[in-house]
C-alpha cells in the first residue's frame, strides 16, 4: 500500500490528464480518477508485479472508462464535446489556456485516428507510458508500439501543418 502512495503522487496527474482527454470532462476526469485508485488500493494484493505499477494502474483506468462508456452511451468524439462546450464554463484564464486552439487543433487529429491508434498516442501523450508499458496494455511488444507511435506523430504532424 505504500508504494502506492509513493506512486500516486507521481501517477495521478497523468491518470486524470488521460481520463480528461477521453472525456473532455473536468468532474467525470476526476471521478474516474479517483475510482482509479480506489480500485488500486482494493486490490493492490491482487498486483503481482508482472508489470510495472502505473502499467497496472492504466489497465485499471482503461477497463474503468470502458464501464463509464458502456453506462452513459457515450458516442461523441472529443472534439465534438469540445466544440459544443458553452464559453459560460471557462471560469478563468487559466481554463481558457487549457483549452486553446492548438490543443483544440491536437485533438481533432487524434480524435480522427482509429481506435487502436488513438488509444497509443493517448496513453504516450497523456499517461506518459513508456512503450513497453503501451505495449504490455495493448497486447503488442514494445517495438510494435514504439514504431506505432511514431508513424502517427508523423501522421498528425503533417496534417496539423496542412490546417494551418
Known amino acids: 500500500m505504500k508504494k502506492l502512495e509513493e506512486e500516486y503522487e507521481e501517477i495521478q496527474p497523468k491518470i ?3 481520463f480528461y482527454a477521453k472525456t473532455g470532462n473536468r468532474t467525470t476526469a476526476q471521478d474516474l480518477c479517483h475510482d482509479t485508485f480506489y480500485e488500486a488500493c482494493k486490490s493492490i494484493a491482487s498486483f503481482n508485479g508482472h508489470s510495472t505499477l502505473s502499467t497496472w494502474m492504466f489497465s485499471i483506468a482503461n477497463n474503468l472508462l470502458k464501464k463509464y462508456y458502456r453506462k452513459n452511451k457515450y458516442q461523441q468524439s472529443l472534439m465534438q464535446k469540445l466544440a459544443l462546450m ?12 487549457e483549452i486553446n486552439e492548438d490543443t483544440k487543433i491536437l485533438l481533432h487529429h487524434i480524435s480522427m485516428l482509429e481506435d487502436a491508434a488513438r488509444e497509443i498516442v493517448l ?21 510494435y508500439a514504439r514504431v506505432t507511435f511514431h508513424r502517427l506523430k508523423l501522421k498528425i504532424q503533417k496534417a496539423m501543418e496542412v490546417a494551418l
Open 16 to 18: 486524470y490528464a488521460f
Open 86 to 97: 458553452p464559453a459560460a464554463e471557462i471560469h478563468s484564464l487559466e481554463e481558457l489556456t
Open 123 to 143: 496513453l504516450r501523450i497523456y499517461g506518459e507510458l513508456s512503450f513497453t508499458e503501451i505495449g504490455a496494455l495493448i497486447g503488442k511488444s514494445e517495438n
